[in-house]
Nanobody
Framework: QVQLVESGGGLVQAGGSLRLSCAAS????????MGWYREGPGKQRDLVAS???????DYADDVKGRFTISRDTSKNVVYLQMNNLKPDDTDVYYC???????????????WGQGTQVTVSS
């Protein structure tokens, strides 16, 4: 089993910044993918930013130039630095990781519990 624990959400004014963190722990052999998604009321969960084990990153169009994803592979932690936040960024943000576990065939997807980000105008 693998656990993802998120932190760093909160309330911020438009134009402000927040940094989200997500730490993966448990039976981890390697992590292929770590990413951040967000979900609002009545909306689907959408990818915000992602980082692969090969070092490539990807961003949703509406956060490019404002958000930066980074990883500390030694600690199995992924960060999302969010700058110039807008009210439309208000959502619950979820961390996702695709993990290969010791002694288990295949890879598995795990989700964090979600952290609320609220941007006031």
């Amino acid at each position: 089993q693998v656990q993802l624990v998120e932190s760093g959400g909160g309330l911020v004014q438009a134009g402000g910044s927040l940094r989200l963190s997500c730490a993966a722990s448990g039976n981890i052999l390697s992590i292929n993918f770590m990413g951040w998604y967000r979900e609002g009321p009545g909306k689907q969960r959408d990818l915000v930013a992602s980082s692969t084990s090969g070092g490539s990153t990807d961003y949703a169009d509406d956060v490019k130039g404002r958000f930066t994803i980074s990883r500390d592979t030694s600690k199995n932690v992924v960060y999302l630095q969010m700058n110039n936040l807008k009210p439309d960024d208000t959502d619950v943000y979820y961390c996702n990781s695709i993990v290969k576990e010791r002694g288990i065939t295949g890879t598995y997807s795990y989700w964090g519990q979600g952290t609320q980000v609220t941007v006031s105008s």
